[in-house]
């Protein structure tokens, strides 16, 4: 068990629709990624916040945002969805004190667009 | 930019040998570190080992290891006493350090081990 928590594991909706996927980090880390997986597109870096700014943005589309909250967990939000958007989303937490940086990932949401 | 990867194709080895998995990469940046991580067929991503561009011993975790070339820019990772439970996707990643604050992993496109007993 990673210590990252992500829910729902699975999500299916119809396109056009919005979704919300949340993400708790393990305890005391302050980072939080974004990933997206897909068959053509490969894992993706989405966004990252850090103590609940955004740090930096990857190819996230504009239909779709992110925020950390002050407990620091995380949501990222899809809109208008499309059959494309179907992927596995990770999310993924780092402690930026160990000098690693090494990201844990959480077991993902699987999003299906219908 | 930075680039991860990895071309093999499907990769099989016999239960309790060691395989070795290839990564190769490519960044302008001095200070880096390299990760890897394993991908069952459930889907979750595990974390498995790390190299930092700066560490003169190649990094060990259980049996784990990762062979890193730094003058060829290559990272394979070794596994030894392969087990069932290691047949997995495996990704090979990077992280610039120089970017700062930002610390986006970069993946390869991964490469299926399968554990033949």
């Known amino acids: 068990d990673s210590g990252v928590t992500q829910t729902p594991k699975h999500l299916i909706t119809a396109t056009g629709q919005r979704v919300t996927l949340r993400c708790s980090p393990r305890?005391?880390?302050?980072?939080v990624y974004w990933y997206q997986q897909s068959l053509d597109q490969g894992l993706q870096f989405l966004i990252q916040?850090?103590?609940?700014?955004?740090?930096a943005k990857g190819n996230i589309l504009e239909r779709f945002s992110a925020q950390q909250f002050p407990d620091l967990h995380s949501e990222l939000n899809l809109s208008s969805l499309e059959l494309g958007d179907s992927a596995l989303y990770f999310c993924?937490?780092?402690?930026?004190?160990?000098?690693?940086?090494?990201?844990?990932f959480g077991a993902g949401t699987r999003l299906s667009v219908l | 930019a930075q680039k991860i990867t990895q071309t093999q194709p499907g990769m099989f080895v016999q239960e309790k040998e060691a395989v070795t998995l290839d990564c190769t990469y490519d960044?302008?940046?001095?200070?880096?570190?390299l990760f890897w991580y394993k991908q069952p067929s459930s889907g979750e991503m595990i974390f498995l080992i790390y190299?930092?561009?700066?560490?003169?011993q190649n990094a060990t975790e259980g049996r784990y290891s990762l062979n890193f070339q730094k003058a060829r820019k290559s990272a394979n990772l070794v596994i030894s006493a392969s087990q069932l439970g290691d047949s997995a996707m495996y990704f090979c990643?990077?992280?610039?350090?120089?970017?700062?604050?930002?610390?986006?992993?970069?993946f390869g496109k991964g490469i299926t081990l399968s554990v033949r007993p």
């Open positions: 305890s005391g880390d302050l980072s």
């Open positions: 993924a937490s780092s402690d930026a004190g160990t000098g690693t940086h090494i990201q844990y």
């Open positions: 960044t302008s940046d001095q200070s880096y570190g």
């Open positions: 190299q930092g561009s700066y560490d003169e």
């Open positions: 916040y850090y103590n609940g700014e955004e740090r």
């Open positions: 990643a990077m992280r610039e350090v120089g970017n700062g604050a930002n610390s986006k992993l970069t």
